[in-house]
């Protein structure tokens, strides 16, 4: 990102002043297309320049100078809009992250095999526009090998069964619940990761709705075996291998 500091502003002005005309039209039209993507720093940068320059260029280079800055700025409100920055989350983030230890504990292993103690984990969570999204984070676990992973709906405890069923969204009737109608990643959160040669892994599912207000996950479990999706089966992953006590 550009520096906007006087010195910043100072410098192109200067050596263009002592460069002569040309070398000003070129600096600015070489501004402009960056002027798009960050309209504020630029085209403040700009209309200084161009007004501190016009008072040593002929009328020409004025208008040129005056042209282009302006331009950039009329360009800026549809360019803002195109920015890749994340929209502002409207219930903000949650981070949990920790290193994994024998439980009890926020941040547990159920297997020290496939979760080693010191293995880590972070759990992030954006809610915007009526959506969630939620990014796990895991490093130190076994290389090149797929987990299951999911939110649940209590906190972690001192075995993996103390951290109950999924959450869903809306509730099987019938539980444990296996049947895709319930256990898919539209009414749950999945967040099943394949590690690399490292033993690191991301995973991010996005759900089209919030936790609602009484009833939100409060773990993300680490399971043995990827998620599975038949009916009798659905949203099953073997056993907890580990647990994350999130405060979604
Ligand atoms: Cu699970």
């Known amino acids: 990102m550009a520096g906007s500091a006087p010195g910043g502003i100072a410098g192109p002005c200067t050596a263009g002043r002592s460069n002569g005309g040309a070398a000003l039209l070129v600096k600015h039209l070489r501004w402009s297309p960056r002027s798009l993507i960050y309209p504020d720093e630029d085209c403040r940068l700009g209309l200084i320049c161009a007004i501190l320059l016009g008072m040593r260029a002929t009328p020409l280079l004025i208008a040129a100078l005056l042209c282009v800055p302006i331009a950039a700025c009329g360009g ?98 019938v539980t444990p619940s296996v049947d895709p109608a319930y256990a898919n990643p539209r009414n749950e959160i999945w967040l099943d990761v394949t590690t690399n040669g490292q033993g690191a892994g991301r995973a991010t599912s996005t759900v089209a709705w919030e936790f609602p207000a009484d009833r939100r996950a409060k773990s993300v479990v680490i399971h043995t075996m990827p998620t599975a999706t038949a009916p009798g089966k659905a949203g099953t992953a073997g056993d907890r291998a580990g647990c994350v006590t999130v405060g979604f």
């Open 76 to 173: 800026g409100a549809g360019g803002a809009s195109d920015r890749a920055a994340p929209p502002a989350p409207s219930a903000g983030n949650v981070e949990a992250s920790g290193t994994f230890a024998a439980p009890p504990g926020a941040v547990v292993t159920y297997d020290e095999a496939l979760v080693p103690v010191g293995a880590t984990a972070a759990v992030d969570e954006t809610v915007a526009g009526g959506s969630t999204t939620i990014t796990l984070d895991v490093a130190g676990l076994v290389p090149n090998r797929q987990y299951g992973a999911h939110a649940h709906v209590n906190p972690c405890g001192a075995a993996g069964k103390d951290a109950g069923p999924h959450f869903q969204l809306t509730r099987d009737p």
